[in-house]
């Protein structure tokens, strides 16, 4: 049994990020659907398009270049919407994609580095992000159920600082417009 999850993880992992990004896609807010359009964009779209245009067994120095190049794509992406988003699980996904990164750029580094090293900085990663993007979807749905609609993104400084000067400015005493 062990040997058949180990010889199908590609696929269940693909199967199950396409079921938690559709998911997202329905029933998650701002966030939720952010996160789910990045995965689809870098690690469904463009993966499988590098990997079609020049083949699956494809050997070359460069495919790992190319993997770092979707990974440091996806942690700007990634760390920006956990930076804006009003949710807490989106700063771990931003967390383990640096950590994909980092693999990347040590391999890069230090030549030497371990091939097992390696693939398990580089993927094991993102087993991780889409167990939180599953968990941080079902804790939002589960949330609007039971308060409500709630706010999906945290307002920047400027607009906190924009709002309490104007709500400063209406409860200042003399202020009256009559």
């Keep these: 049994m062990l040997s ?12 199950f990020a396409l079921v ?5 896609l329905l029933w998650g807010g701002g966030p939720e659907r952010a996160l789910a359009l990045v ?3 870098m690690f469904e779209f463009a993966q499988l398009g590098y990997l079609w245009a ?3 067994g494809f050997a070359s120095p460069t495919l790992p270049l190319a993997y770092m190049a979707i990974d440091t794509v996806a942690a700007g992406l990634f760390t920006w919407i956990a930076l ?3 949710r807490t699980y989106t700063l771990w996904i931003a967390a383990f994609q640096l950590v994909a ?7 890069e580094l230090a030549p030497a580095i371990s091939p097992l090293a390696y693939s398990i900085l580089a993927i094991a990663p993102s087993y991780f992000q889409l167990a939180l993007m599953a968990g941080g979807l079902w804790a939002h749905v589960r949330r609007r159920r039971k308060f409500g ?3 999906d993104w945290r307002r920047s400084a400027w607009a906190q600082t924009r709002l309490a ?3 400063a400015d209406k409860q200042a005493p003399g202020n009256s417009p009559l």
């Design 4 to 15: 058949l999850i180990l010889e199908y993880r590609d696929e269940a992992q693909q199967l």
């Design 165 to 167: 000067r104007a709500l």
């Design 149 to 151: 609609p709630y706010r």
């Design 39 to 41: 995965w689809l964009a």
């Design 84 to 86: 804006q988003a009003n």
């Design 54 to 56: 020049f083949g699956e």
């Design 101 to 107: 990164l980092l693999a990347h750029l040590s391999r």
């Design 20 to 24: 938690v990004c559709v998911s997202s």
